[in-house]
């Protein structure tokens, strides 16, 4: 028994760790093989849960939380067990012919949740899950298709499940990771627009104003909305699906400011390398992507990055961009790098993790879609600078994710006093 054996046996026994956890959903999605190793293991542990249930009808433990613990050496235990079951079920009298609907059978196996609730009850992990309506409300929510389809759902979201190859996002922030076997993967809107997968990983957020984002991390996706407009997406890009056609993912409220967003490049981003070394720390995954010709940034892991971007503060200078978080890290925010007397020059805006040098003048609470946060970086210091910084820090579990967009830095207008005349 490997390592990874010991952990699928931990998570069907109910004691996986957090860690143990996210190290089981990276070997799931690193491989069809090994997704398909998972969707086996879950289909025998229901299956032995099930007939374990049919010999003990009176048992007091509810089926929704039940957990099946195997002792000693589980798997060889659990394949014993099986086979005695079998030779009993075989020994059984067969019991009268019924006409009976055939069962609907599972679309998805739930690998973890945080919240969700399905229409016959609340989820658990490890369940096979029917064609059904599934709503979140917070945390993540992740289950394996049977396309072997990983899917993703950032709470609060509402999706139903149709099948393996199709579901439907009412609202809320999905990702997809599709593998070639799954390749024509399709998520329909509400207003009848359809993505098809080609071979990738991707987000769909379904805004509450009506309109949809997609954003393709890898590979390239087909959009076509209900106008009949198509579009090729390919990793790197996004589009905004708007009145049931495509938009350029469009900006939120007005800015005051005159001058062209922040472009970013690849080339210009670097690791942060202050007093204290803070991306990627201890070990864990840090990455950034770029969308829409460099005006949109996103941040995974426990992500420490600044921009080449020179820039004199002034008393009047403003950073502002749009901003989202689909998943929550411990701070996430912006700033120039100042790097001097411990300060990072960084403000917080989501998080709850408190260091004393950086502001939370301006934290605010997390919500969906994409908010604009505008920053008066000269109220709090001035002088000549040469990179911004973008923060996505989660040192616990590098699983935090923040995206900025339309970031702009620019000088308020001072107002000048009126004079007063004489008569």
Request: proline content about 5%; hydrophobic content about 40%.
């Amino acid at each position: 028994m490997n390592a990874m054996d010991t952990i699928i046996e931990q998570y069907f026994d109910g004691d996986v760790s957090a860690a143990q956890m996210a190290e089981l959903s990276q070997w799931i999605q690193a491989d069809s093989a090994h997704a398909e190793r998972f969707m086996r293991t879950a289909a025998f542990y229901n299956s032995l849960q099930a007939r374990l249930l049919e010999q003990e009808p009176e048992a007091t433990i509810e089926r929704s939380t039940l957990r099946l613990r195997v002792m000693g050496s589980a798997f060889a235990a659990a394949a014993l067990i099986a086979m005695a079951l079998t030779a009993w079920f075989i020994l059984q009298p067969e019991p009268a012919t019924l006409e009976t609907k055939p069962a609907a059978r599972p679309v998805a196996t739930l690998v973890s949740t945080g919240d969700a609730i399905g229409e016959f009850g609340p989820l658990v992990s490890g369940q096979d899950l029917l064609p059904q309506m599934i709503q979140t409300n917070r945390g993540e929510t992740s289950f394996l298709l049977a396309s072997l389809t990983t899917v993703t759902l950032h709470g609060p979201v509402q999706m139903r499940l149709d099948s393996p190859m199709h579901v439907t996002l009412l609202s809320g922030i999905a990702t997809f990771r599709c593998p070639p076997e799954a390749r024509g993967f399709t998520v329909a809107l509400p207003d009848g627009s359809n993505i098809v997968d080609l071979g990738t990983e991707f987000c769909v957020d379904a805004n509450l104003d009506g309109s949809t984002e997609v954003w393709v991390y890898v590979g390239s996706t087909q959009v076509t909305t209900t106008a009949k407009e198509a579009s090729m997406l390919v990793a790197g890009e996004g589009v905004c699906i708007r009145d049931g056609r495509l938009a350029e993912p469009g900006a939120t409220g007005q800015t005051e400011a005159a001058v062209d967003p922040v472009v970013f490049t690849e080339q210009k981003i670097k690791p942060y390398v202050g007093g204290v070394h803070q991306d990627g720390q201890h070990g864990l995954p840090t990455s950034a992507q770029v969308f829409e010709d460099g005006r949109t940034l996103r941040l995974v892991g426990n992500a420490w990055k600044t921009v080449a971007y020179p820039y004199n503060v002034t008393p009047n200078t403003i950073i502002e961009a749009e901003v989202r978080v689909p998943r929550l890290g411990e701070l996430q925010g912006m700033g120039f790098d100042v790097s001097r007397g411990g300060n990072y020059g960084a403000f917080q805006i989501f998080g709850s993790e408190t260091i004393p040098s950086i502001s939370r003048e301006y934290l605010t609470g997390r919500k969906t879609g994409w908010m604009r946060v505008s920053v008066p970086v000269g109220k709090h210091y001035t002088g000549k600078f040469e990179r911004l910084l973008f923060m996505c820090d989660d040192d616990v579990a590098g699983e935090g994710e923040c995206w900025f967009r339309n970031v702009r830095v620019y000088e308020r207008p001072e107002i000048t006093p009126l004079k007063e005349t004489q008569e």
